[in-house]
């Protein structure tokens, strides 16, 4: 009983620890004087995580460590550094982690290429389906299409008689020609 | 007294699942309608006392009685009602328990309503829903229950964390669980179809309410949970790719995914298993979702009641569900008969593209979710995915999905006629072309991206338009006959439309919004202002007020706009909740039309010459109101297509079946 209650004090106390106050990124006593600059740092800001977060990225979290690195990144673009360099700089410092947008690398390859590889292989998935229906059913579409008024009455009359209600389903549902 | 009787009905509660589970199996297995309709008597036992339990625990929060070591943990005499009831479900014990509710529920509204299924195929259902109550009920009786008592009960409760005391978030998790609960009756159908052996057209006629149901209410949680990130955290963000978000979305992907397939078997007879396995999947991800929210294996900015150990356990259940599940799929999917032949542009094709797209989609969050555990186990390498990597994949994805959705509906079923429904829609495509356009030349900065988002936002809005413009035939017919066409749709066709509008209004939303968004933060004393886009905003004062378990700090912010006038008296607040000792902003927001115009204040400084001044940070948020809009026109599709009469068509049925 009185593990139980620790367990739910413990779980309580660890959602405190979700209680943020965001967008800290616009503190006006941090901004760079060059809004071009300010806005690159910015953008910069929501590409890296404050590392001692729930998950935050440095334009959000107002954590001192978050504040830090904004100096740390509005430092190196005040000096003129490009953003890769600002990248390249906080990686060594602190490795790949700080990232929110991990690199292309040997790696990560596998979570870059995932969605296209994906994506062609259900493509390549959906012709091959189409042409084994087509290569199966060419014949039999042949049939269907031959088809007369007459005998499309009938079979509506015995789909309906099959308990299904598909010929009064298909006179509402055949697509608008 | 009453929470003791709680606790008893949720034992009983598991006695009855094990019931359920075995009177209905055997009943299926020996075509028994006395032992299936007693499976059917304890499903609705197993609900009834559930209930039982959950209304004892609202009731010990109501009475603040804080001998219950949940109700001392989550909350406290002090707070609203509302939020004092929602309390009920704000922790780890009290939403497994909510998960019950609503997972019995759904199996005693299969007792009931199901009527119309196949015995055989209700039965084995009815079992599967049962098995399902039994993990999650053991688990809620023996590692979760919410009903134990404390030996030395506290004065005074912990308090709920104040950012969760809000209607929103209060209504929320009934929503997002009705939601992904309701998948686990599609779970059960499949599952129940896979024993038969029998996926056919009828079954999928079966399984498409349950789906609309679970994937609109899961619409609202998911709208309801973002539109709370919006307003209450006071960074003005909506959807940040964080893995409980994601956790979220990854049924409602595969959600619409199995709305559209089942739309397939059903009229053509095609992708039998292609759609029981999307059934599967869909509640595989709902428990998965439910473990990587409540085991904090990912670091999650909305980190919720968060207990590895017990985690562990809700992996284990989420394997043992997805493991009967899949292997009795990979057993039974070769004899399944796909039936239905058609041409590669055939309404068909159109919708097995949507399903690669969605399926693509759903793999995209669910590797980005999981890459750094994965990554961490390889090479033990510590990376992070964030929200640039899902914009950069994502997206794109999800984009041609859009893009070729309009032709969708138009085109005919077997073998459809892509000239036809180009002619159907050059206005829609020329039309939003046109407004891409003028919004690429009219707002400043100019964005290439974010208009090409507002033109496709139009396209899936006039597609939709278009679509209802030619089933009611409008002006080539006369007015009158138009009426009578569209008084006659079919409601699955108003819904289809609303849906696929309200995904267009989003569209447009979100585009607006990330695109054109105004940001603006500076230290005010009193009388100070600052410029936000067209507006001026000015301090004017700050008091304090106190509130029934708070105090705050209260700004009056004035905002004129360019000629002068008085836009909006905002009047934003800082709390202090003394109980956990939190402070948290109460954002005002003041809606001008589709745009909101966001303010916030922070805390207070030393500002010139020693005098107070007060961080105030405001935002124009550009249509933001239409990111919100959208989904809900997309749930109340949803909900207009599960009033249609073919899908209620259980009555009709059975009175057929006793006359023959």
Sequence with gaps: MRGASLGALRAFALTLTAVVCMAAASEPSERLPDPAQEARARTLFREVRCLVCQNESIDDSQAELAGDLRQIVRKEIAQGRTDAEVRAFLVARYGEFVLLKPPFSVGNAALWLAPAGLLLAGGGLLVALLRRRSAAGSAETAEVDALSAEEEARLAVLLAGDGHDCAEKGSQEDPPA | ?660
């Design chain 2, 1 to 660: 007294m009453i929470i003791e009787l709680g606790a008893f009905a949720l034992i009983l509660a598991l006695v009855f699942s094990v019931l359920q589970t075995g009177l209905s199996a055997v009943g299926g297995a020996r075509r028994s309608a006395v032992l299936a309709g007693a499976g059917r008597g304890a499903a609705l036992a197993t609900f009834l006392c559930v209930a039982v339990t959950f209304a004892a625990l609202v009731h010990a929060f109501v009475t603040s009685d804080f001998s219950v070591a949940n109700v001392a943990a989550n909350s406290h005499t002090a707070k609203p009602m509302l939020f004092k009831v929602a309390g009920a479900w704000g922790s780890h014990e009290g939403s497994m328990l909510l998960w019950c509710l609503v997972l019995t529920g759904y199996g005693a509204a299969m007792a009931v309503f199901g009527a119309s299924l196949p015995p055989r195929l209700r039965a084995y259902a009815v079992a599967v829903q049962g098995a399902l109550g039994i993990m999650f009920l053991a688990y809620t009786v023996f590692a979760s229950n919410p009903m134990i008592r404390l030996v030395d009960p506290p004065v005074e409760g912990r308090s709920l964390n104040p950012l969760l005391q809000d209607w929103a978030l209060a209504v929320h998790p009934p929503f997002l669980f009705a939601g992904y609960v309701g998948f686990s009756v599609v779970y059960s159908l499949a599952m129940g179809a896979l024993i038969e052996g029998r996926v056919d057209a009828a079954w999928a006629r079966w399984v498409r309410p349950w789906t609309l149901a679970a994937w609109s209410l899961l619409t609202i949680g998911i709208t309801l949970g973002a539109f709370w990130a919006y307003y209450e955290l006071g960074w003005g963000g909506w959807w940040v790719w964080d893995p409980v978000e994601n956790a979220s979305f990854m049924p409602w992907l595969i959600g619409a995914a199995l709305l559209h397939s089942a739309i397939v078997l059903e009229k053509r007879g095609a992708l039998p298993g292609w759609t029981v396995f999307l059934g599967l999947a869909a509640f595989t991800f709902s428990m998965l979702g439910a473990f990587l929210v409540r085991s904090g294996v990912l670091t999650s900015v909305h980190a919720f009641a968060v207990d590895p150990t017990r985690g562990v356990l809700l992996l284990m259940m989420m394997g043992v569900a997805a493991g009967a599940g899949f292997l009795l799929f990979a057993l039974r999917a070769p004899s399944l008969n796909s039936g239905g032949l058609f041409a590669p542009v055939s309404r068909e094709s159109a919708i097995v593209l949507n399903n690669i797209v969605l399926s693509t989609a759903t793999a995209t969050v669910l590797l980005g979710t999981l890459y750094p555990l994965i990554r961490e186990a390889i090479d033990g390498e510590a990376v992070s995915v964030g929200p640039p990597f899902f914009n950069l994949t994502f997206t794109p994805v999800m984009l041609l999905a859009l893009a070729i959705l309009p032709a969708g509906p138009l085109l005919a079923w077997k073998r459809g006629d892509a000239g036809a429904v180009m002619r159907r829609l050059w206005v829609a495509l020329a039309a939003a072309a046109v407004l891409g356009l003028v919004t690429y030349g009219l707002i400043v900065p100019r964005k290439a991206l974010a208009s090409a988002g507002v033109a496709l936002g139009f396209w899936l809005i006039g597609g939709a338009l278009a679509e209802l413009a030619e089933r009611v035939k409008l002006l080539r017919v006369p007015l009158a006959q138009t009426w009578r066409r569209a008084t006659g749709l079919p409601r699955g066709a108003w819904g289809t439309t609303l849906a696929h509008a309200g995904m267009g209004v989003f569209v447009l939303g979100a585009s607006f919004e990330t695109a054109w968004r105004v940001e603006q933060a500076q230290a005010l004393s009193l009388g100070q202002s600052f410029r936000l886009g067209a507006y001026s905003l000015t301090l004017q004062d700050v008091g304090t007020v106190e509130g029934p378990n708070y105090l705050a700090e209260r700004g009056k912010v004035a905002i004129v706009d360019q000629a002068g006038r008085l836009v909006c008296a905002a009047r934003p607040e800082r709390r202090f909740y003394p109980t956990g000792g939190q402070t948290t902003s109460e954002v005002h927001i003041c809606p001008k039309g589709l745009d909101d115009l966001y303010i916030v204040l922070g805390e207070r400084r030393a500002g010139e010459g020693g005098k107070p001044a007060w961080l105030v940070r405001a935002y124009v948020n550009p249509w933001v109101r239409l990111i919100f809009l959208g989904p809900l026109l997309m749930a109340l599709g949803g909900a207009i297509s599960l009033s249609d009469r073919r899908i209620r068509l259980g009555v009709g049925r059975r009175a057929s079946e006793t006359a023959a």
